[in-house]
């Protein structure tokens, strides 16, 4: 299937989660007022030497940041056992993203296994090119079925690279049925595989695909610091990749594109061993008692989560009644994410964030209300 964006500019909800503004102003409350449950932020961070850290800001402020990231390639180098010229910092995941299409040649074609963060195909189309899409379906829980995935690879010719979400966002799950396969197809097609791993830090390490194909220069992983270490404002990220790539791309990053604070806030945070421990023990719990909340609903249909959000859907389909839901909760101060601007998905699928205990359970109860109120 090729992809196209007409389901973006059709629907009535954020293309994006986190939109709190637009949204607040759209159901006439205040902005202080709104739980956020549509972008995944972990509500531990930011980490608590992140205030110590801001106190630094007026030094930094007066001066140019690093235009080679020595210091946090360092400790990204440290923290993730990477070399450090596999490391390319950006500003946030998203400015890698659109420097991806400089990886592959003008004529090649992509693949995106959906559904998945929607920037990745928009950054292909700014440059013409081809974007196929390979949809994943809930029967399956959206593992990869190799033989259909292979059958299609097969028939694009000019194939560039494939792109996938490890875990995947919005559905919140692992490849752990084909990703090797994938990976292994790839290289002896000598083809890119891009791979999402931006939600990977609320996993413990060893589930990377870094730990099966290190220093593979087929392989381009994306990462964030953003969702694990609350810092959204901040805008950090990197890629690892190879050398090579990793030269290609630096010919069209822009030179300071990530600002001297990020950079000294993300070196410090990479380190805090605690945080880590503490987020990861926090998920444990809350996922459980969410997914316990949720699964005694019978309208509704949960699917399996590795990382900070869950992805559930409705089993009746009507758009009426996705979007009386999503209404109902955010006149009571509750913003969920919608899904139907996902490719594969329809608005039926909603993604919720976890939150703290007390968050949690006023979301649990405005749901309980709203289907109280639609089935007297």
Not at 53 to 68: A, F, I, K, S, V
Not at 216 to 228: A, E, Q
Not at 292 to 308: A, C, I, R, W
Request: aromatic share 10%; net charge negative.
């Amino acid at each position: 299937m090729i992809k196209n964006d007409q389901h973006l500019t059709n629907s009535p909800y954020p293309e994006h989660g986190g939109n709190a503004q637009a949204m607040a102003k759209k159901a006439g409350i205040d902005l202080e007022s709104i739980l956020g449950f549509s972008a995944s932020i972990n509500p531990l961070g930011p980490p608590p030497c992140v205030s110590q850290l801001l106190m630094e800001t007026p030094r930094l402020l007066n001066e140019y940041p690093d235009p080679d990231h020595t210091n946090i390639k360092k400790l990204i180098a440290s923290s993730e056992n990477v070399p450090e010229n596999w490391i390319s910092v950006t500003n946030g995941s998203t400015e890698l993203i659109y420097l991806l299409p400089f990886l592959v040649s003008p004529e090649h074609e992509i693949l995106v296994v959906d559904p998945l963060f929607s920037e990745y195909e928009k950054s292909f189309s700014r440059f013409n090119i081809k974007v196929h899409s390979h949809t994943l379906s809930s029967e399956h829980g959206f593992q990869i079925q190799i033989p259909e995935l292979f059958q299609q690879l097969e028939s694009i010719d000019n194939l560039g690279a494939v792109i996938i979400g490890h875990p995947n966002s919005p559905t919140g799950n692992l490849q752990t049925h084909g990703l090797k396969d994938l990976a292994e197809y790839c290289v002896s097609r000598e083809v890119s595989l891009f791979i999402d791993e931006t939600f990977i830090d609320f996993l413990l390490p060893n589930t990377s695909i870094w730990n099966a194909y290190q220093e593979n220069p087929h392989i381009v992983i994306i990462r964030s610091l953003t969702k694990f270490y609350s810092l959204p404002g901040l805008r950090i990220g990197y890629g690892i990749l190879s050398p090579e790539k990793l030269e290609t791309i630096s010919l069209h990053q822009n030179t300071w594109s990530v600002n001297a604070l990020a950079q000294f806030v993300g070196s410090e945070v990479l380190m805090d061993k605690d945080f880590k421990d503490q987020t990861r023990a926090w998920l444990d719990t809350e996922k459980k008692f969410m997914l316990e909340e949720l699964n005694q609903f019978s309208e509704v249909k949960t699917f399996p989560s590795e990382t900070n959000f869950i992805l559930f859907k409705l089993h009746n389909s009507n758009p009426d009644l996705a979007y009386k839901l999503f209404n109902h909760l955010l006149l009571g101060g509750i913003l969920i994410r919608n899904c139907g601007t996902f490719t594969g998905l329809d608005e039926s699928y909603f993604r919720v964030s976890i939150r703290n205990r007390k968050d949690n359970q006023k979301f649990i109860h405005s749901f309980k209300d709203f289907f109280n109120k639609t089935n007297p």
